[in-house]
C-alpha cells in the first residue's frame, strides 16, 4: 500500500474510533444528563405521546391515558378531577406535579423494575406502556372529607388528613379550594398556559396541596403533645394526674397583657386541676405551666418524636417540614405549650400525632402508594415501617383516656360517634395578627381501644363563619371516620 493511501486509511480509521467514541459515550455515559434535560425536546415529545400508566383507588382509575386523534396520540384524563387533584397532581407538556411527577418512572415505563418488559417490547417492535401506581386512599373517606370542607361555603381554605393508624396508609389526603387538572392536560398548550396563569395568580392558592405543604400555628391540638411530654417526663401519672390550674396565667421574664394567658372563660380551676378537665376545658393556663415544668430541650425531643423537624413522606413531592423551634426561653416554651409562637404544623404532621397515641404509642411512616404494578399487574406492594416510639404504651393508654374524655364530656363532642368510644382535641390558633379570625383544628381517632382512622382537620378561611375547631372540624371528622368505620 502506498503512503497517500495509508495515510487515508490511518485517517478514516481515526474518525471511526472518534465516532465511535462519541456514540459510546453520548449512549452510555451522558444518556441521563440529556434525556433529563429540559431542552431536549424529543424526550418530552416521546413521553407524552406515550401510554402512561393509571393512577388508581382501588380498582377504580382516577388519572388515566386515552387514546386522541392528534399527534400526541394519548391525553391524560382525571374522571375526578376536583377530589383527587392533591394526590394526583397533573402532567402536562414538560411538568408534572403531585403523584405524576413523584412516580413519573412508574408512570412512564422508566422504573429499573420494568426493564426486562421494556426490553420485550423493545425487541418485539411493540410501544411501551407505563405501570400503574394504586394508591392507599379510602374513596368513602376521601368524599366524606371532600363534602365536609365544601359544605362550609365558598371561598373555604383547608385540607384534611385521615391516616390508618397501625400502618402508615393515608386514607384521605383533601384540600380546598381545589382545581381541575384535565384544564392543564389538554393539548391546546395556549388554552393550558391561560388555565395556569389564572390559577397562578387566585389569591386562594388553589394549586397548593394545603394537607402537605401549609403550615400553621396547630393552637390547642398541640396540647396533645404537650401531655405527651409532661406524662413521659415521669412528673405526672394517669388521666386524673394534678397539673396547674388557674383563669390566667402571667409567663415567667413578661409584664402586662402581651404575657399573659388566659382560658377565655373556661372552667380551669383556681389552683391544681386534673390533666382530664386541663384536656376537656383546653385550659391554656394549664399547658403553658406544664410546658415551662417540662422543659424546652424535653419539649422538643418530644415534638420530635411524634416528627416535627423531619421529612417522612416519600412518595409524593411537596411536603413541608413541622417545626418545633430549639432552645426556646421560658415564655417562649410556654407559649408553645398550647401551640403558639414558632410552632408550625402541617394538616398530615397533626394526622401523624393522633396515630401514633392511637398505635400504642408507635409512630407509622405515612404512606400514599399502596403498590406498584406492571402492565401485567404484577404487583410490589409497599411495606409499613416504623419510625419511632413516640410515647410509650402506658402514656398513649393514659392520653386516649384523656381524649375520649374531652369529646364525651369537653370542648371535642362534636366528633361524637353514637357507640364508638372517639378521642378528639379541639383547637382554635390565633394568627398573630390583630383583627384577622383564628384558624380552626380538630384531630380525633376512632375506635378509641382498636383504632382504625386518625383524623386531622385544618380550616384556614371560611368565609361567613365564625372560625371555631369543634364546631366546623369536629363534624368533618365525625364523617370521615364513621365512613372508615362503615
Request: proline residues 6%; charged residues 20%.
Amino acid at each position: 500500500m502506498n503512503k497517500p493511501i495509508r495515510t487515508i486509511a490511518v485517517f478514516c480509521l481515526a474518525l471511526f474510533l472518534a465516532l465511535m467514541v462519541n456514540v459510546t459515550y453520548l449512549q452510555f455515559w451522558k444518556s441521563d444528563r440529556l434525556d433529563e434535560d429540559p431542552r431536549n425536546q424529543r424526550v418530552l415529545q416521546a413521553s407524552y405521546s406515550s401510554e402512561r400508566g393509571a393512577i388508581l383507588v382501588g380498582r377504580t382509575p382516577i388519572a388515566e391515558s386515552t387514546p386522541v386523534d392528534d399527534r400526541y396520540e394519548f391525553q391524560r384524563l382525571y374522571p375526578q378531577p376536583f377530589l383527587y387533584a392533591p394526590a394526583t397532581g397533573y402532567f402536562t407538556f414538560g411538568n408534572s406535579t403531585g403523584v405524576e411527577a413523584s412516580q413519573n418512572a412508574v408512570l412512564s415505563g422508566d422504573d429499573p423494575r420494568f426493564f426486562v418488559r421494556r426490553l420485550v417490547d423493545m425487541l418485539s417492535n411493540e410501544p411501551a406502556q407505563g405501570g400503574n401506581v394504586q394508591l392507599t386512599l379510602d374513596p368513602a373517606a376521601q368524599k366524606a372529607a371532600f363534602d365536609g370542607l365544601r359544605a362550609l361555603g365558598d371561598g373555604v381554605e383547608g385540607a384534611v388528613v385521615a391516616i390508618e393508624p397501625d400502618t402508615g396508609k393515608i386514607l384521605a389526603m383533601v384540600s380546598l379550594p381545589s382545581y381541575d387538572p384535565n384544564k392543564l392536560a389538554s393539548h391546546d398548550f395556549d388554552a393550558v398556559e391561560n388555565d395556569y396563569q389564572r390559577l397562578l395568580e387566585d389569591d386562594r392558592d388553589p394549586l397548593i396541596n394545603r394537607a402537605l405543604a401549609t403550615r400553621l400555628f396547630p393552637g390547642s391540638t398541640f396540647k396533645v403533645v404537650t401531655a405527651a411530654a409532661a406524662l413521659s417526663s415521669g412528673k405526672y401519672e394517669g388521666p386524673d394526674a394534678l397539673v396547674p390550674g388557674g383563669a390566667t396565667f402571667q409567663l415567667p421574664q413578661t409584664s402586662g397583657e402581651s404575657g399573659l394567658i388566659d382560658n377565655e372563660g373556661r372552667n380551669c380551676g383556681s389552683g391544681e386541676i386534673t390533666l382530664r378537665q386541663a384536656m376537656e376545658q383546653s385550659c391554656n393556663t394549664s399547658f403553658a405551666k406544664l410546658a415551662i415544668d417540662v422543659g424546652a430541650e424535653e419539649m422538643f425531643r418530644q415534638a420530635e418524636r411524634f416528627g416535627f423537624n423531619a421529612d417522612y413522606l416519600e412518595d409524593i413531592k411537596g411536603q413541608a417540614r413541622s417545626v418545633f423551634p430549639a432552645d426556646l426561653s421560658e415564655p417562649e416554651v410556654g407559649q408553645a405549650g398550647f401551640g403558639q409562637f414558632d410552632v408550625q404544623a402541617t394538616p398530615l404532621q397533626m394526622a401523624m400525632v393522633m396515630a401514633a397515641i392511637a398505635n400504642r404509642g408507635v409512630l407509622m411512616r405515612p404512606y400514599l402508594v399502596n403498590q406498584v404494578q406492571s402492565a401485567e399487574y404484577d404487583a410490589e406492594t409497599t411495606r409499613p415501617e416504623e419510625i419511632s416510639q413516640a410515647v410509650s404504651d402506658d402514656v398513649a393508654r393514659t392520653l386516649t383516656e384523656v381524649l375520649v374524655s374531652t369529646v364525651d364530656n369537653g370542648t371535642a363532642a362534636p366528633s361524637a360517634i353514637p357507640g364508638v368510644r372517639v378521642a378528639g382535641k379541639t383547637g382554635t390558633a390565633q394568627r398573630g395578627v390583630e383583627g384577622q379570625p383564628p384558624y380552626g383544628w380538630f384531630i380525633s381517632f376512632a375506635p378509641a381501644d382498636n383504632a382504625e382512622v386518625a383524623v386531622a382537620v385544618m380550616i384556614e378561611e371560611a368565609p361567613g363563619r365564625s372560625i371555631a375547631g369543634g364546631a366546623l372540624g369536629g363534624p368533618i371528622a365525625k364523617a370521615v371516620m364513621e365512613a372508615v368505620l362503615q
